[in-house]
């Protein structure tokens, strides 16, 4: 045994007296504060309120209400929003608020599935190469850098075009294209939590590689890693957009909401609103939340931005 | 800082290599030969292969991404058999068009984000910084092709100030002064960059703002007006440096569906017909050619900054 650890030299502590300068406090975890301190945002419970709306009207809506988007209604092509159909209908004849529920399925299941794709694939490749350091380090950075100078959305395109579009693949191929940042992120984190004081204190109180890595490194990595979670749901959600914008989207009967958007332009001389407006509401709406969410996180996990 | 240029030049061109591989190893495995473009969809499977052999479409690919490559550096960017004319011959007809588009709102989004993040620094919490942030916060949640159509809507389909569609003259002057046709455009560009580019300058300018040397001018007595431009600005907008060597990526995407939406003949129409022809020489082209603007760009950035701050250059 190392003298260091001879934890018997100290005298007991005498827990009947009051500490000097006043009662403390209870002691709380830092994530219970940093829930505390995020439910106390206005703007980021407003966030998870518009998210958790969409989450319930694109998969819970259409339970209860049974809109049309199957089979084209020559019959009622292009209505206004009226009896029967609160958002009109579109140049098939198909409703408008079961579209939105629909192409809402899409954009979150690829937003949340290519978040958690690119976030695994990046917490992995970021640790590794920060604990490995050395060279290693300098080759897994360098790929990134190569990955990064890709213009993505053309990459995206192209294999959309080929390949066809569905959630699975473009979950998987902007996953594929968004690990980098998380990867950048963690392997950071990784690299400056290592050589901290407390990591050496743990390390010093005897504690294991193990217990290093689960208590120490990783709590304080994930918060890295939650932000950046809801921003790349954000940037799916635009990526699918734009794609089905652009005409490379989900194919029928899958709907997503850029298709919508640009099937609507066609009437937009027309005035045909109810087909253009309600879509971008949507994506915006989603969009944004996600950003608040984010941005509250960052300051609520970020102990020095805390207002105590 | 001679060293440090000449060894950032390097990596450079080490990822210069490393994406051209990924990306032509990537468009080969999508698209091995354009045989039957040319041969027509009947040709039988011997012709195919007869040609494949005459224009080295059955090498192997590490063979021809060296061909290709070799050709990139004299100019020859393959060729169309779509639009039978060479690649660059296509770029070059257009790429003027989107380097006035891309160029005019990159240099109006750095004009307004500085002074408006600045501004938003130095009056924070104040309505002014409350309205500026939440316009800036919903123009970043949306996607180019909405506020492209927002700004049809109002200006050229009720107000009629604007037209709907950008420039269809064919030389690049009378682009440049045909603002009927391409403010919407620019417009659309110019207010996405703005977004995020203001909240970045405004956070800079905030963590400047709180530097020892801020207050050191103020309390010489500096008039405030001096402290701002002498100061504030010049250290706050280093930043903006790498911001937009960062965004290339973004700007081209931007650039691909604006000039869609707008139906202006530029890079990223061509890059979207050819998505809808599947003329992979033009995309691969117009990918790699992305890639290295993206390089470039960074190289760029990382250089202008060592040059601007001396902190850098001597760490």
Known sequence: MSSLTGAGSLPPLDLTRAPEGGEI????????????????????????????????????GPVFYHGNYLTSNLAATNLPPGAGYPLGTNNQGYDGLALLMKGGQAALEVGFMSAVIAIVIGALYGAISGLAGGIVDAVLMRVVDVFLSIPFLFIVLIVAVRFGASVLSLSLLIGAFSWLVPARLVRGEVLTLRVRDFVA????????????????????????????????????ILYVAALGFLGFGLQWPNQD???????????????????IWPVGACIVLVVMACNLIGDAARDSLDVRLRRR | MIGYIVRRIGTSIAVLFGVSIFIFALLHAIYPSPAIDVLGPRADTALIAAWNKDNGFDDPWILQYLRYMGHLFQGNLGYSYKLNQSVASLFGEVWARSAWLSGASLVLSVLIAIPLGIYQAVRRNTIGDYAATTVAFSLYAMPVFLLGLILIEVFALDLHVFSFEGSQASSLPSIIVDLHAMTLPIVTLTLLSVAAYSRYMRSSAMDVLAQDYIKVSRAKGLPERLVLIRHLVRNASLPMVTLIGLSIPALLAGNLITETLFNFKGLGLLFYTALQNVDYNVLLAYTLIGALLTIVGNLVADVALTVADPRIRLA
Do not use: C
Request: aromatic share 14%; no cysteine.
């Open chain 1, 201 to 236: 204190a743990a390390r010093v109180a005897g504690a294991s590689q193990t217990r290093l890595i689960a208590r120490h490194l990783l709590p304080n990595a994930l918060g890295v890693v939650i932000v950046n979670v809801t921003f790349q749901v954000a940037d799916a």
């Open chain 1, 257 to 275: 909401w850029g298709d919508l958007l640009s099937n609507g332009i066609t009437y937009l001389q027309d005035g045909y609103w109810w087909q």
């Open chain 1, 25 to 60: 406090g209870p002691v709380q975890s830092g994530w219970r504060l940093a829930v505390r301190e995020f439910a106390s945002n206005k703007l980021a419970v407003m966030g998870v309120g518009i998210l958790l709306f969409f989450v319930l009207f694109s998969f819970v």
